[in-house]
């Protein structure tokens, strides 16, 4: 049984997950028009008239529980991803969208198990793919419509895919052996072994978590070991890889600003200024996910905090923040579209959810049932005995497990904000 299939039959006995039987979020996305979140219950996307709401379901099976993962391109495609075959929509992985209001499957995928999703600084798409049998590879194309592979290795899993200045994969050859790709003009590429110490718990995990903006040759990798992960510079095309930090916990997200500062989200939760020094940044709330394309825009844990977005303007203090019953409403679509067929008619149910809550305090999931008024059942030999507040602790670490898919924030483009001390023109 799936981790899925499992958080479905603990958390939801009938499971209605993106339309808000639980609210929370996941990541942040900063544009031009405004932030856009990724929560469980779909995209929430800022512009100059509020918050508005896009379904998952314009790219997932009806009664899916996972949600997917979005990445955006400098000139405002969307796709999403999704790796489990029974959650897709038409057994598509990959859908694209120009305004998130209709989405279109993207060719040649089906079938796959697409492993992560790039945009380059030019807009070009980049695909890796993961099949456990059989060769998997890079794919780069102009668009959606033009992706031809690019790079093929039997026998290995492309882990990840990051394109600044130069264009970076991982890929892992059994549960250890893991190897950096690198090309300066995404043609040609390299290969560096990325060294594993023999007493980290197997698996281990490489992830490209950004790609400089600027310079070819450098990048950062996330070590994802079982129990707490390392932040690596890379440079030289990744002949050269140096610890940046051994992080106390788990780094969730990752994301650099336009003065070279690096920032990450540690397990989920606490947001990190990473150089030149580690510092937790302490006046801002719990987090899952982060962007510093052009300020500090962080996707809150609606779940624990009640927080939808927090925007911070000086990268240390929260500004604007908003809360889910900040949501107006749906996204307006054209009619015939699929977010004003699809989504528009689920607003009915989940807006009553967002508002009880932020109103309330209510996680949005359901309440367990009244205590056990016979005798306790004996302790099982897990230790803990067989009671509604068990079934509640699995829940919560079948999410922990769920929300742990979730890796660094591969940025395409370099930020936008001035350094620290210099003055905008």
């Not at 023999?198 to 698996?203: D, F, Y």
């Not at 829940?395 to 210099?422: F, G, I, Q």
Request: aromatic share 6%; hydrophobic share 40%; charged share 15%.
């Amino acid at each position: 049984m799936s981790l899925a299939s499992l958080a479905a039959i603990v958390l939801y006995p009938q499971a209605d997950a993106h339309v808000g039987d639980l609210i929370d979020t996941l990541d942040a996305v900063d544009t031009p028009s405004g932030a856009v979140v990724e929560g469980t219950f779909g995209l929430v996307v800022q512009d100059g008239s509020g918050l508005h709401w896009v379904c998952h379901e314009g790219v997932t099976a009806v009664g899916a529980i996972t949600s997917p993962d979005y990445v955006r391109s400098p000139t405002g495609t969307w796709i999403s991803r999704m790796t489990n075959p029974l959650e897709m929509r038409d057994g598509h992985p990959l859908w694209a969208s120009e305004d998130l209001c209709t989405w279109v499957p993207v060719p040649g995928f089906d079938g796959r198990i697409v492993a992560d999703v790039a945009f380059g600084p030019d807009g070009s798409v980049w695909v890796a793919t993961a099949d456990p049998d059989g060769s998997n590879s890079l794919f780069h194309g102009a668009d959606v419509n033009s992706l031809v592979a690019v790079l093929t290795e039997p026998g290995s899993r492309f882990l990840s895919v990051a394109v600044g200045a130069g264009v970076w994969a991982t890929s892992s050859e059994g549960d250890t052996a893991l190897t950096l790709w690198h090309s300066a003009d995404g043609v040609a590429f390299t290969s560096h072994p990325i060294p594993v110490d023999p007493a980290l718990l197997a698996p281990v995990d490489a992830t490209v978590g950004i790609a400089d903006p600027v310079d070819p040759d450098a990048a950062w990798v996330v070590l994802d070991p079982i129990g707490v992960d390392q932040i690596l510079a890379v440079s030289s095309g990744g002949a050269v890889q140096m610890e940046l930090w051994h992080a106390p916990d788990r780094v969730t997200d990752l994301s650099r600003a336009a003065d070279g500062t690096i920032y990450a989200i540690l397990g989920d939760r606490h947001p990190w200024q990473v150089t030149p020094t580690p510092t937790p940044l302490t006046d801002l709330p719990d987090s899952s996910g982060l962007d510093t394309s052009t300020r500090l825009v962080l996707a809150g844990r609606a779940f624990v905090n009640g927080v939808l977005l927090t925007v911070s303007d000086d990268f240390a203090t929260p500004g604007s923040t908003y809360a889910p019953s900040d949501i107006s409403g749906p996204l307006a679509c054209p009619a015939g579209s699929d977010q004003a067929l699809v989504c528009e008619p689920l607003w009915a149910t989940l807006e009553p959810r967002l508002r009880a809550r932020t109103d309330t305090g209510d996680t949005g999931v359901p309440a367990p049932p009244p205590p056990i008024t016979e005798p306790e059942p004996e302790p099982q030999p897990c230790g803990c005995a067989g009671t509604p507040a068990s079934g509640l602790w699995l829940a919560a670490a079948v999410l922990a497990l769920l929300r742990r898919t979730r890796k660094p924030r591969n940025s395409p483009m370099p930020s936008a904000r001035p350094p620290k001390d210099a003055s905008p023109a």
